[in-house]
């Protein structure tokens, strides 16, 4: 399979704060991984500094041809390059309140891809349709519930046509019988090989639709494998304890 | 007819006319400058160029840390004798845009800040520049927010020309001024001028009612 985003010994440090230690990782084209771990283990910041919205101070980024050395000054080119090519789904949606929702989701495309308009249209409303909501394209994102939200986001990051698409707990904010109708969509998306990469504590979700598992804790990769192999493992305590005190809850 | 109500009557056209010919068009003028000024001085306050800041800081901090009264003083009876001298009109511009600017900077830099930083993150991580983000994102959502500060400020400003009267511009309130001069009516005709400014401020109000109607249609 083709690796298309490449971290090598990235460190990442908040002030005096080591969040992301020494990460080396890969993450495959066509594939779904779900990030999990802890509060506080550097989840979203790894997921972050995949678009740069967070930059490393150390280390090197790949995506595809794309390669960035952290050590070096980040060229605005190459930033605004990289982030064209991975879309955020962030856990408070993010919608932007002036546009309606299918303003929401060629905007990327118009502004930033220079495409053209009435063909965006078009496809907006085919991406809208996927999400279910072609009925709501002419709202505006104060009219629409959370979970109509965060699928408009998503119709919002795939009109980007990225070749990665990261989500940072995009069902955290909802109610569960909101979270399950966004679950869907993502479920539909993994099955399409969308290359996805998703922070999530929903770990029935992490079960069915994850390829790989990568388990963070303390800005370190603990476990970085086949969904069955994390959910099966026998020999990782800290691991086991993880899945049990999810299951608790 | 009691004489002051006669006064009154033959006062209005007189004050309504220096409202219309020099209180309005003095006020537009300089709004519309201090706005740009505005603008400009809210983006540079909010950059990273750390001498530009400085500067325009410094500006913002002399322009509301003086009275306006001051500063007109300064710029029509001051400058000449640093060799720059100014006629009426062009001192009272300069410094009501200076002074409502540095105001107006403040209201708009606040309501770029109130715009939650997801905003942000969520035009950048579509690839968009700094200037697509400004225009696309914050600029529209700014104006709506923005609307009610700027808003007091514009009025701040109408009420704020009564004091081009001390540099010689004939406003209303100098109208004002001279009418009692020779009918000794003061209560009287300082109402008048009173009740005129009320007038177009109450008319700005309305206005801004109007488009904060038409900026929060997607509230
Ligand atoms: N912008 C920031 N400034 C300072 N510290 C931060 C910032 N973002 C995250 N952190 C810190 O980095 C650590 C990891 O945060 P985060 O990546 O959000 O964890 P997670 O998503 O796994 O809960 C936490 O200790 C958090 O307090
Ligand atoms: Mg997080």
């Not at chain 1, 890969?26 to 779904?32: A, D, Q």
């Not at chain 1, 790949?62 to 930033?79: G, P």
């Not at chain 2, 519309?32 to 809210?42: E, G, M, Q």
């Not at chain 2, 004091?163 to 009918?183: C, H, P």
Request: proline fraction near 4%.
């Amino acid at each position: 399979m083709d690796i298309i985003v490449k971290f090598k010994e990235m460190n990442k440090s908040f002030q005096n704060h080591h969040v992301l230690k020494n990460i080396n990782v890969e993450f495959n084209k066509g594939e779904t991984t779900v990030i999990l771990g802890p509060s506080g283990s550097g989840k979203s910041t790894l997921l972050r500094c995949i678009n740069l919205l967070e930059i490393p101070q150390t280390g090197t980024l790949e995506i595809d041809s794309l390669k960035v050395d952290f050590t070096q000054k980040l060229s605005q080119k190459d930033k605004l390059l990289i982030r064209q090519n991975t879309a955020m789904v962030f856990q408070s949606f993010n919608l932007f309140p002036h546009m309606t929702v299918l303003e929401n989701v060629i905007e990327g495309p118009i502004t930033v891809l220079k495409k053209d308009k009435s063909k965006m249209i078009q496809i907006g409303e085919q991406l809208l349709e996927k999400v279910g909501l072609l009925h709501k394209k002419d709202s505006y994102p104060s009219q629409l519930s959370g979970g109509q939200q965060q699928r408009v986001a998503i119709a919002r990051a795939l009109a980007m046509e990225p070749k990665f698409l990261l989500f940072d707990e995009p069902t955290s904010a909802l109610d569960p019988e909101l979270e399950g109708e966004v679950l869907k969509v993502l479920k539909a998306l993994s099955e399409e090989q969308k290359s996805m990469i998703l922070v999530t504590h929903n770990l029935n979700f992490a079960r069915v639709a994850a390829d790989r598992i990568l388990f963070l804790e303390n800005g370190e990769i603990l476990f970085d494998g086949r969904t069955d192999e994390f959910f099966n493992n026998t020999e990782n305590e800290r691991i086991i304890s993880f899945i049990q005190s999810m299951q608790f809850i | 007819m009691s004489r002051e109500l006669e006064i009154v009557l033959n006062s209005i056209w007189p004050v309504l006319k220096a409202g219309l010919a020099v209180t309005i068009p003095l006020s537009l003028i300089s709004f519309a400058i201090a706005l740009v000024i505005a603008v400009i001085t809210a983006l540079v306050k909010l950059s990273n160029f750390k001498i530009l800041k400085f500067i325009f800081s410094t500006y913002v901090w002399i322009f509301r840390g003086t009275p306006l009264l001051v500063q007109l003083f300064l710029v029509f009876y001051g400058l000449p004798k640093a060799g720059v001298t100014l006629d009426p009109w062009t001192a009272a511009i300069i410094t009501f845009s200076l002074n409502t600017g540095a105001y107006a900077s403040e209201s708009i830099r606040a309501s770029i800040l109130s715009i939650p930083k997801g905003q942000w993150e969520a035009a950048e991580s579509l690839g968009m520049t700094y200037w697509q983000v400004l225009r696309r994102v914050i600029a529209p959502q700014t104006v709506r927010i923005s609307l009610p500060p700027v808003t007091n400020d514009f009025i701040d400003l109408v009420k704020g020309t009564s004091l081009a009267a001390s540099i010689t511009i004939a406003e209303m309130f100098m109208i004002g001024q001279q009418i009692v001069a020779f009918t000794y009516e003061p209560l009287a005709i300082y109402s008048l001028v009173a009740v005129i400014y009320l007038l177009f401020v109450s008319i700005l109000t309305v206005i801004q009612g109007r488009l904060e109607k038409v900026a929060s249609k997607y509230i």
